[in-house]
C-alpha cells in the first residue's frame, strides 16, 4: 500500500516539474512572438498570455516556479526575451516586466483557487495578474522614460486591450489544460 501511494507521490512530482518546465519553455517560445512599437520600449509579446496560464493551470506555487525558472535561464546568459538581450534584459527598460511574471502567475494561481472555479473566476484571477505585472513594469519602466504618467503612456495604455483579450483567451483555455496536466497524474 506504502509502495502505490510514493508511486504516485512521484508521478505527481514528476508532472509539476514536467508542467514548470514546459511553461517556462512556452514563455520563452512565446517571446518569439514579438511585435515591436516604435514609440515604446515595451514590445507586444504573447508572454502575457502563457504567464497568466501557468498560474491558471500550474497553481500559484507551480505557475510562479515556472516563470522563476524562466528568469534563471535569461539571468544565465541565455537570450530568451523578447529582444534576444539575455541577462542585460533584466535590467533594462522592460525589466519589471520580466520580473512580474513570477508574482503575476502565484497572483492569477491563488486567486483561481480561492473563488469559484468558473470561467468568469479565472478571468478575474487573469485581470490581477495582468494587473501585477504592470505594476512590476510601470514601475521599473518609469525612471527610464521620465515619470509614472510616461510609463503608463507608454508601458500599459498600448496594451490594455490587448492584454484583457490575452486574459479572457487563457480564462477559456485554463480548464483544458488542467484536465490535461491531472489527466497524467
Known sequence: ???IAAS????SLLMRLMGIVLFAAFTALAARVTIPLPFTPVPITLQVMV???AG???GPTAGAASQLTYLAAIAAGLPLDARALGPAALVGPTGGYLIGFAP???????LAAKLSDTRASRLV???AGVLVIYVCGVAWLAPAVG????????GVAPFVLLDLAK??????VAESGRLLLNQYR
Open 1 to 3: 500500500m506504502l509502495s
Open 8 to 11: 504516485r507521490l512521484r508521478a
Open 51 to 53: 504567464v497568466l496560464l
Open 56 to 58: 491558471l493551470v500550474l
Open 104 to 110: 503575476a502567475a502565484f497572483v492569477a494561481g491563488w
Open 125 to 127: 484571477a487573469a485581470l
Open 147 to 154: 515619470g509614472l504618467r510616461a510609463a503608463w503612456t507608454l
Open 167 to 172: 486574459a479572457a483567451v487563457a480564462a477559456a
